[in-house]
């Protein structure tokens, strides 16, 4: 079944914890992509990658990273998380950033 | 920049009622114009897609236009059902490798 897969999906942490979310697809996309989503905002991209080692900044990229080692995988770090990263979150592949997008179930995570 | 604009919700219709969900654009250039859903507990699913001007998206029902000269691509159904409940986010792609999403719009259907 062709899907993108987040873990974990609930997460709650302290401020300044490490954390990583991962993201995995296993449908050989090209172009992978991270968002939150926080009420009245609607989703918001946080970073891209348009293939293995080649990753850019979206809109709201400060406080996170990313990396593109494996076409699969495109996790999420959050070095010293803050409570103003709590959001859900999701991971999105798709083909080219012009075609449909598959999106994951998303990541609610806390920063207390 | 690029932008969405939604009508806010919620929406709240009774079954087999017809349905509007408004939605405007700023953009440089001709976006492709999205609409996705958002079913509870669940990650966004492409609903319809129209990639140039005048063009259709229908699927499930659901279909929208792409109007250029009123930068608008509003969404519509001729009869809602509950299992239509859920959230609508118009988006739109200029090619530079994002979408960009509208507010969303939360629709509640009564039976």
């Known amino acids: 079944e062709a899907q993108v897969t987040q873990n974990p999906r609930y997460l709650i942490t302290v401020t300044g914890k490490k954390l990583t979310v991962t993201c995995s697809q296993n449908m050989n996309h090209e172009y992978m992509s991270w968002y939150r989503q926080d009420p009245g905002l609607g989703l918001r991209q946080i970073y891209y990658s348009m293939n293995v080692e080649v990753t850019d900044k979206g809109d709201v990229p400060e406080g996170y990273k990313v990396s593109r080692k494996e076409k699969r995988n495109f996790p999420l770090i959050l070095e010293s998380p803050s409570p103003n990263q709590t959001s859900l979150y999701f991971c999105?592949?798709?083909?080219?950033?012009?075609?449909?997008?598959?999106f994951g179930p998303g990541t609610r995570l806390t920063v207390t | 920049g690029d932008s969405v604009t939604q009508m806010e919700g919620p929406v709240t219709l009774s079954e087999e009622a017809f349905l509007t969900i408004n939605c405007t654009y700023t953009?440089?250039?001709?976006?492709?114009l999205f609409w996705y859903v958002q079913y509870p507990g669940e990650g966004l699913q492409l609903l319809l897609k129209?990639?140039?001007?005048?063009d259709k998206g229908s699927n499930k029902g659901f279909e929208a236009t792409y109007r250029k000269e009123t930068t608008s691509f509003h969404l519509e159904k001729g009869s809602v059902q509950v299992s239509d409940s859920a959230v609508y986010f118009c988006a739109l792609d200029t090619g530079r490798r994002a979408l960009t999403f509208g507010s969303g719009t939360r629709l509640q259907v009564q039976p």
């Open positions: 999105a592949s798709g083909k080219g950033s012009l075609y449909e997008q598959y």
């Open positions: 129209a990639t140039k001007a005048d």
């Open positions: 953009a440089t250039g001709y976006p492709s």
